[in-house]
């Protein structure tokens, strides 16, 4: 009797083992893709921008340097998609 309980239950763990690691991985490119929004992204820049010139002149220097490091960052990822759609026209064309 013990021998055939640990029997099923080798049975079931190798069979979950199997089922386990037949299923397919969920990898970082599973992720949903990022659109670009170049109109929605000039927007966001240009508040930012805005909301570090009063910050500036409200007399916070560090929160205004925050919200430009926000709108260079958000820039950087502007210019990035701008390239990479430039470029996958000229391959296919």
Known sequence: MR????AIALTAALA???LFAAL??????????KTCKPA???H???ALR????????L???EA???ANAQADALQRRLNACENSERTAAKRWS
Request: net charge positive; no cysteine; charged share 30%.
């Open 40 to 42: 929605e992204m000039r």
């Open 16 to 18: 979950g083992g199997a």
């Open 3 to 6: 021998r055939r309980i640990s």
């Open 59 to 61: 007399g916070e220097p």
């Open 44 to 46: 966001d820049i240009s």
């Open 24 to 33: 397919p991985a969920q990898t970082a490119t599973a992720a949903p893709a």
């Open 50 to 57: 805005n909301k570090a010139q009063k910050l500036k002149h």
């Open 64 to 66: 205004a340097r925050r």
